[in-house]
């Protein structure tokens, strides 16, 4: 077998055992009071992180070129679309109110493709992912922990700052072109970006677009340090 192929299956069950396993702290959240709902968004981060960031992370690591990434996502994106529209809905981590979840799954192959097609880097190319999945997941924690329901407060951004920035900086650094300045920027970008949603274009559209922005920016300006 394929070695990328076999890495691919690792992580395509590594993946749904994260889904899956989420079902636990749902039930303990609600059975300790926490509205369903706010379970279902502290999930939906858990999931993010675990799955979509721990994933992003991996990719340099296991992968030689972006096809089997892009393969793996586009079946994620597929998979949480189905259950939502066949009505099996994962009602631990999923809403009727939105499908951002499946938005999530989408930006992080598109995201992770384009930069990866364009540049030639990995590196460079999880950096929108990253964001998306522990910057804007950390940010979903904190509001709910503070404001105690899904909303924009700016007190999240900060502390997706906090996550954001070192991320940006240190895999910025290890791209080729090495890009740690731009990396900053794009996280300062993502960070601000997060705030706002138009429709159908949510915050996880917002984050890794402009973000991914900022990042090819930087490759045509060049390093700023």
């Not at 992580?11 to 702290?25: C, E, N």
């Not at 994933?55 to 089997?68: E, K, N």
């Not at 992912?129 to 910057?135: E, T, Y």
Request: net charge neutral.
């Amino acid at each position: 077998m394929e070695v990328q192929l076999y890495y691919s299956l690792i992580m395509g069950i590594y993946v749904m055992l994260v889904l899956y396993s989420t079902k636990i702290p749902y039930r303990m959240m609600v059975e300790r009071g926490v509205e369903d709902i706010r379970a279902v968004y502290y999930n939906r981060k858990i999931v993010h992180m675990f799955a979509g960031g721990v994933g992003s992370l991996c990719v340099p690591f296991l992968f030689t070129d972006f096809w089997y990434p892009m393969v793996c996502g586009i079946i994620l994106t597929i998979f949480t679309y189905i259950a939502h529209v066949s009505g099996r809905r994962m009602y631990w981590f999923q809403t009727e109110q939105n499908q951002n979840d499946v938005k999530f799954s989408l930006m992080w192959w598109v995201s992770i493709t384009v930069i990866w097609a364009l540049v030639g880097d990995p590196w460079l190319a999880i950096i929108p992912s990253l964001f998306m999945a522990f910057g804007d997941g950390i940010t979903g924690v904190v509001r709910n922990l503070v404001v105690r329901k899904r909303s924009k407060s700016p007190i999240g951004n900060v502390f997706m700052f906090i996550v954001s920035a070192p991320l940006g900086w240190y895999v910025g650094s290890l791209g080729d072109p090495s890009l740690p300045g731009w990396g900053l920027i794009a996280a300062a970008v993502a960070t601000f970006v997060e705030r706002y949603e138009f429709g159908p274009i949510d915050d996880n559209i917002l984050i890794t677009v402009f973000s991914t922005v900022v990042l090819m920016i930087g490759v045509y300006w060049g390093p700023l340090f």
